[in-house]
């Protein structure tokens, strides 16, 4: 099995991508993980890869999670709320 990790920025960053993880897709020997940075999970969200966000990584970061909950507050709307939190953190 080979892995492949594709990392996106941005939803027009993953739409630029998109071609290329749908070819990948067509193969059983390679598995893909995406790191879908900001707004790229929404473009990843039918598609059958391992998505992956900054919550995956800095979620259990006391320190991360103390600096983007206050920052979080501050914001009108977010998509994911954990996701935010780690990001910002």
Known sequence: ????VIVTYGGGH?????P????????EH?????LALTTAVLEFDSKTVNILGYKDFFSNDDDVVHYGKIL????EKVIDYDESVAYLG
């Not at 979080?72 to 914001?75: D, F, P, Q, V």
């Open 30 to 34: 390679i598995e893909i993980s995406i």
């Open 1 to 4: 099995m080979t892995e492949v």
């Open 14 to 18: 993953a739409r630029m991508l998109a």
């Open 72 to 75: 979080a507050s501050e914001l």
């Open 20 to 27: 290329v993880v749908e070819r990948l897709n067509h193969y």
